[in-house]
Antibody, heavy 122, light 107 residues
């Protein structure tokens, strides 16, 4: 049974760096998309970025200058760093595993972490 | 970026009703369209991927159709546990944007 679990600091001050890690239990780390998605309180889902099955990263253009996603395959973990946070970055942050079709396209995320609330406040 | 637009934003229905939610992409995404269900305080759950493929364990009352730019999610007979928010997401290219969501409420 595949499980994902996020952890990291839950309260940040403006200008600090958000750092979250997602541990993957019960499955292979290779051959999947590993994504971060966030959801501000009461709002919809925003895709932050991914590391794909080829080892390449892609980021949301609106966050690209501040985001880094990295993977530690030896620990079955992947991480999110978001620099220079503001109150607008307050959200529940989810990690997720995405599947890949025969053509290499991402075809949805069937496994998600439980979500980690990060609040940015002075 | 490919933008996704869902309609309606909210919907009231009764148990047993047939419900359809639509999702439109700003350009063709072939069949790379996924649907998620989210309940309050929970992570989204993948219901349907690549337009019409049912994720394992999802009841058959959920179905999806469409291609190109226009897609639908249909729930054939609403059950009490189906009241939730539904999101579409394309997966044709990065960023795989989500629609704004459709909140399905009990009438």
């Amino acid at each position: 049974q595949v499980q994902l679990q996020e952890w990291g600091a839950g309260l940040l001050k403006p200008s600090e760096t958000l750092s979250l890690t997602c541990a993957v239990y019960g499955g292979s780390f290779s051959g999947y998309y590993w994504s971060w998605i966030r959801q501000p309180p009461g709002k919809g889902l925003e895709w932050i970025g991914e590391m794909n099955h080829r080892g390449s990263t892609n980021y949301n253009p609106s966050l690209k200058s501040r985001v880094t996603i990295s993977v530690d395959t030896s620990k079955n973990q992947f991480s999110l760093r978001l620099k220079s946070v503001t109150a607008a970055d307050t959200a529940v942050y989810y990690c997720a595993r995405g599947d890949v079709d025969a053509l290499g396209f991402y075809v949805g995320s069937g496994y998600w972490g439980q979500g980690a609330l990060v609040t940015v406040s002075s | 970026d490919i933008q996704m637009t869902q309609s309606p934003s909210s919907l009231s229905a009764s148990v047993g009703d047939r419900v359809t939610i639509t999702c439109r992409a700003s350009q063709s995404i072939r069949n790379y369209l996924n649907w998620y269900q989210q309940k309050p305080g929970k992570a989204p759950k993948l219901l349907i991927y690549t337009t019409s493929s049912l994720q394992s364990g999802v009841p058959s009352r959920f179905s999806g159709s469409g291609s190109g730019t226009d897609f639908t999610l249909t729930i054939s007979s609403l059950q009490p546990e189906d009241f939730a928010t539904y999101y579409c997401q394309h997966s044709y290219s990065a960023p795989p944007n989500f629609g704004q969501g459709t909140k399905l409420e009990i009438k």
